[in-house]
T-cell receptor
Framework: SAVISQKPSRDICQRGTSLTIQCQVDSQVTMMFWYRQQPGQSLTLIATANQGSEATYESGFVIDKFPISRPNLTFSTLTVSNMSPEDSSIYLC?????????????FGPGTRLTVT | QKEVEQNSGPLSVPEGAIASLNCTYSDRGSQSFFWYRQYSGKSPELIMFIYSNGDKEDGRFTAQLNKASQYVSLLIRDSQPSDSATYLCAVKGGSQGNLIFGKGTKLSVKP
């Protein structure tokens, strides 16, 4: 598996501000993903963080709202921009670890965001 | 639209019983299947993965896969109150190699 840390673990932010979430992995990984889990819901993919190129966004998510950086194979950031109360969610970083030629995905501890 | 369906529950079983959690998926080409356990306020924890038809056992957990029926299940033997959590079924099948999740089944194990 992989050891994944996220910062901050939680935050309360005001409407209209931005928050940058950091994800750090203890080993180099090719695939790194950002998911969102809204209250009482399952996980939805926001985007894949690609090292050395722009992130690949899922339908319904745009770069202006959720800019992502991936400067190397162990680190990524997700920014939630111009926040509204609808952005209140848990944001999760995950990595795909290859084992036996198959990928297993592990999650970081998450960032719980509340927008007031 | 690829989908993963789970019964949301809650599923309530007595301590020591077998808990059976079920999941169906829409994409017949899916190859990798995962079960995550998520305690309230925590992130998902990978507990089982299965790639081939049949059963895969790990301790008290058994994953079962039937690709012809597009069906995955998780059995928890000798259920304990500490098993009380939401169990998420996930299929690797997104366009980016990501997982597609079901809505999760909430399991409650009563002492």
């Amino acid at each position: 598996s992989a050891v994944i840390s996220q910062k901050p673990s939680r935050d309360i932010c005001q409407r209209g501000t931005s928050l940058t979430i950091q994800c750090q992995v203890d080993s180099q990984v090719t695939m790194m993903f950002w998911y969102r889990q809204q209250p009482g819901q399952s996980l939805t993919l926001i985007a894949t963080a690609n090292q050395g190129s722009e992130a690949t966004y899922e339908s319904g998510f745009v770069i202006d709202k959720f800019p992502i950086s991936r400067p190397n194979l162990t680190f990524s950031t997700l920014t939630v921009s111009n926040m509204s109360p609808e952005d209140s969610s848990i944001y999760l970083c995950s990595v795909d670890v290859l084992r036996l030629e198959k990928g297993e995905q592990y999650f970081g501890p998450g960032t719980r965001l509340t927008v007031t | 639209q690829k989908e993963v369906e789970q019964n949301s529950g809650p599923l309530s079983v007595p301590e020591g019983a077998i808990a059976s959690l079920n999941c169906t998926y829409s994409d017949r080409g899916s190859q990798s299947f995962f079960w995550y356990r998520q305690y309230s306020g925590k992130s998902p924890e990978l507990i089982m993965f299965i790639y081939s038809n049949g059963d895969k056992e790990d301790g008290r957990f058994t994953a079962q896969l039937n690709k012809a029926s597009q069906y995955v299940s998780l059995l928890i033997r000798d259920s304990q109150p500490s098993d009380s959590a939401t169990y998420l079924c996930a299929v690797k099948g997104g366009s980016q190699g990501n997982l597609i999740f079901g809505k999760g089944t909430k399991l409650s194990v009563k002492p």
